[in-house]
């Protein structure tokens, strides 16, 4: 119950960060389009500001050029036409001359008209106003309330000057502009319902892409809980994964090899769980058989079963189980003494002397089977092969696999070793091959697992403890170096290759 609210809070945390960072993203991509559409806005108002000022001060050029009297005789009035003009178009216009003069205007707001110079009966534009305006042969636009001349909290202020009369003269339009809510209408009205339909097509998204990520945790979870309670038979099953789905899609790589990963993590430690059983079994066989003989013997010769002039005979058989059990104890020590890499003494020694030597011990083993050596051994130009690392070490891997073949290749069979020198990668290759029955290729990724057996039943102690080829993994792993295990070619049973370093390697 604890593991699905600790899932269910981790679900629920991710959805609302990512709800909270997906809302922060629109206001951030609103907040742009709000100061770029304000900005268009104005733009679009000075160009059509400056375009109405022109048009107007075009019509009051004509208007001056013809009669100025009404058809009734009448002077013509140019507060009415100017007021006409403002009312129809929602602005202020004034006729201002060159040296800043208020001539005419159609009325001065409230908020510009402190800004003014009243001098008697006339109003002053301040010539700190004059620079974009009536500076120029052709007038301009600006903002007049970024300028000072207007002071409006609600609206922006767009002032646009045309000259008149020759020159003699401007006509300015004043307009105000609420950019705020022409942009705020213009957002609610083109991207509220984008928006909406985004914002919620997202949170589908983050909600399944949340799911597909928070449920292998969980049940990763589970199936560590399960395994440090001993079941080392679960395994993660994600259905989406193993048949065709369109969360496959969604989910990550990460998480699919996350799973893989552990399965085959879990899948490894059972294997080693199943093997440690089968070899403590093993173990256990083979000391139960040379304790029981021995406990036999002593007894018999204690009660006097066995005379006197049989005694040494029997402690000879006594001492040669004591041999076996001496033998089995070193291997298990040693396999468990490998993970000391420290311990390992890096020297220069002739590999193919060492071969030799191996060959020399294992003369009797050879011919109790009738078995031929095969030897192809790489020479320099004075006839060593020089390697380096821990000799004694190196020796305890060509013996491994030299008594491994010599098991399983039957009688009358051959064995071969080769050795041959990479020089571009200072990398000597030993090679050890048999014509035994070979190794299952499902078998040959475990062969180097400690406790490991191919054959499972046997029990006895020739079948080994299952820790030979795990002590020669380890060793060259020590020495930085691989081992591996293929099929022989030219003899049709296994064949088994590592590597060392060559001399070279004294130089680095």
């Known amino acids: 119950m604890t593991e699905i609210k600790r899932t269910n809070s981790v679900y629920f945390r991710t959805i609302i960060s990512l709800t909270l960072t997906t809302i922060l993203v629109f206001a951030v991509l609103c907040f742009v389009y709000y100061q770029r559409m304000s900005s268009s806005i104005i733009s679009d108002e000075f160009d059509d500001r400056y375009a109405f000022a022109k048009k107007l001060a075009s019509e009051w050029d004509k208007l001056e050029a013809s009669d100025t009297q009404d058809p009734d005789g009448t002077e013509f009035d140019t507060i009415n036409y100017l007021e006409s003009w403002a ?32 001098r008697g009966d006339s109003f002053y534009l301040p010539e700190k106003y004059f620079p974009g305006l009536m ?18 909290s609600l609206s922006t202020w767009i002032t646009a000057a045309y000259p008149i009369g020759g020159g003699k003269q401007f006509l300015l339009v004043h307009a ?13 009205n083109a991207l509220a319902l984008p928006v909406g339909i985004s914002f919620a097509i997202a949170l589908i998204l983050f909600s399944l892409m949340t799911r597909s990520i928070v449920r292998p945790i969980r049940l990763l979870s589970d199936v560590a809980l399960k ?37 085959g993590m879990i899948e490894r430690i059972e294997r080693q769980e199943s093997d440690r059983r089968v070899f403590i079994s093993s173990i256990a066989h083979d000391l139960r058989t040379p304790l029981t003989s021995i ?64 060959l020399t011990n294992l003369e009797k083993q050879l011919g109790d089977k009738n078995l031929g050596v095969q030897l192809e051994l790489f020479e320099d130009e004075k006839g060593d092969l020089i390697a380096f690392g821990d000799r004694q070490s190196i020796l305890r891997v060509v013996y491994n696999l030299l008594t491994n073949a010599i098991k399983f290749t039957p009688e009358d069979g051959t064995i071969a070793i080769t050795t041959y020198y990479e020089g571009g990668d200072d990398q000597i290759l030993v090679s050890v091959e048999d014509s035994g029955h070979g190794i299952p290729p499902e078998q040959r990724g475990r062969i180097f697992d400690s406790f490991y057996k191919i054959d499972k039943s046997r ?50």
């Open 135 to 152: 500076d120029g042969e052709t007038g301009g636009v600006k903002n007049s309330s970024k300028s000072g001349l207007f002071d409006d």
């Open 176 to 188: 105000s502009v609420n950019v705020e809510e022409q942009t705020v209408w213009m957002l609610s």
């Open 87 to 118: 009312l129809g178009n929602n602005c202020s216009i004034w006729i201002v001359e060159s040296n800043g003069k208020l001539d005419d205007s159609s009325d001065i707001p409230k908020q510009v008209r402190a800004q003014l110079d009243e």
């Open 295 to 358: 406990n036999g013997f002593l007894s018999a010769m204690l009660d006097g079963t066995i005379p006197p002039e049989k005694c040494e005979h029997y402690m000879q058989i006594v001492k040669t189980e004591v041999d076996r059990i001496q033998k089995l104890t070193d291997t298990m020590s040693e396999a468990s003494a490998l993970g000391q890499v420290n311990n390992i003494r890096m020297e220069p020694f002739d590999i193919n002397d060492l071969i030799k030597e191996t």
């Open 227 to 263: 395994v440090t309670q001993g079941d080392l038979s679960a395994r993660i099953r994600f259905p989406e994964l193993e048949k065709e789905s369109p969360l496959q899609y969604v989910i990550m790589d990460e998480l699919s090899m996350m799973i893989s990963t552990v399965n």
């Open 459 to 508: 029990t006895d102690t020739a079948s080994g403890s299952g820790l030979g080829l795990y002590i020669c993994k380890e060793i060259l792993r020590a020495h930085d170096q691989t081992i591996q295990v293929n099929d022989s070619k030219d003899l049709g049973g296994s064949r088994f290759t590592f590597t060392l370093s060559g001399i070279r390697k004294l130089d680095s």
